[in-house]
Nanobody, 114 residues
Framework: VQLQASGGGLVQAGGSLRLSCAAS????????VGWYRQAPGKQREVVAR???????SYADAVKGRFSISRDIRKNTLYLQMSSLKPEDTAIYYCNLVKATKEYWGQGTQVTVSS
């Protein structure tokens, strides 16, 4: 299983970005998937997840601004981020849980300037 994240970049506060995570070796449609982020000096934290029963959940800090989705045909996971804030600056990682194993993408940097 390999996950390839992309779509990060530099954006001004209030702007938008869409992150993508392409999977190979498995499918997003059958497993719990999610996005996490890690800011400098902080622990990795969950941003948004889709559970195996297809329920989406979000961290309080991003509710109403971020949206997680997946395209089964393209086997790609997305994170649409809007109304970005400087505190959203972090490396964003996609995650997949298959049986008892976790898989991580390589991370994509998101920087929000004030």
């Amino acid at each position: 299983v390999q996950l390839q994240a992309s779509g990060g970049g530099l954006v001004q506060a209030g702007g938008s970005l869409r992150l993508s995570c392409a999977a190979s070796g498995t499918t997003f449609g059958l497993n719990a998937v999610g996005w996490y982020r890690q800011a400098p000096g902080k622990q990795r934290e969950v941003v948004a997840r889709i559970s195996s029963d297809r329920t989406a959940s979000y961290a309080d800090a991003v509710k109403g601004r971020f949206s997680i989705s997946r395209d089964i045909r393209k086997n790609t996971l997305y994170l649409q981020m809007s109304s970005l804030k400087p505190e959203d600056t972090a490396i964003y990682y996609c995650n997949l849980v298959k049986a008892t194993k976790e898989y991580w993408g390589q991370g994509t940097q998101v920087t929000v300037s004030s």
